[in-house]
């Protein structure tokens, strides 16, 4: 990583503040009791905000490709391509909306890949609802969102050049490949679920064997469960 990463990832995707109490904001979960969760939190705290919902990555790109939001808040673990998927065709795209992850995937994991795609904050979703306000809020200020947590590890990433370990290792596609083996999808599935042929998955597949030391499916499964990637 270079070492102006932390002041590039501090200003990733937050091109303008807009006002809390009247923001337009896009909230993409695959579950629709947790969009509705967000959205009674949400207006709770802000009356006249305005809101859409998507349950997927084409829903998601659509919505965001017809008007304009001031915030998108994004489930990484959507059927067919992730929310890391999104935050990469966005880029591509041009589509500069401030992003706030919400994953039920530990920081640890998730938040720096999720930083360096493009989001603005990264908050789990066991966090307290005060808090995803207060990060909503800092968001819509022109700001990023960063917990300690995130904040250290982005700081020793900067440091100085370190090998890389376990999970670090692996590319997004990676991460996610591994995530739905340690799901129990086969091959077959996982090609279906990401719109990959089964010769790439299984590629996908021998790179993790090697990368993560392991011999069989079966040890990828036990990586995956013991890393907290399967909900």
Not at 13 to 41: C, F
Request: proline letters at 3%; a positive charge; charged letters at 25%.
């Amino acid at each position: 990583m270079r070492k102006t990463a932390l002041k590039d990832i501090g200003k990733q995707e937050v091109p303008a503040a807009a006002s809390a109490a009247t923001a337009r904001v896009l909230l993409v979960d695959d579950h629709a009791v947790v969009r509705q969760g967000l959205k009674q939190i949400l207006q709770e705290a802000f009356p006249q905000q305005k809101y859409g919902e998507a349950g997927d990555f084409n829903q998601a790109l659509a919505l965001l490709q017809k008007q304009k939001w001031d915030l998108l808040v994004l489930d990484l673990t959507l059927p067919g391509p992730s929310g890391l998927d999104l935050l990469k065709e966005m880029r591509m795209q041009g589509l500069k909306v401030p992003t706030l992850v919400l994953s039920v995937h530990s920081e640890e994991q998730y938040a720096i890949r999720a930083l360096r795609g493009g989001a603005a904050g990264y908050l789990c979703k066991s966090a307290a609802p005060q808090e995803f306000v207060g990060a909503v809020e800092r968001i819509l200020g022109g700001h990023c969102y960063l917990s300690a947590t995130v904040t250290e590890r982005l700081a020793q990433a900067v440091r100085g050049p370190r090998n890389k370990v376990g999970l670090e290792r692996l590319s997004d596609r990676e991460l996610e490949v591994l995530r739905l083996i340690g799901m129990g999808r086969s091959v077959k599935q996982i090609g279906e679920q990401l719109n990959l042929s089964v010769k790439t998955i299984s590629t996908y597949r021998a790179r993790l064997l090697v990368k993560l030391e392991v011999d069989t499916t079966a040890h990828l499964m036990r990586y995956a469960m013991d890393e907290g990637l399967v909900e």
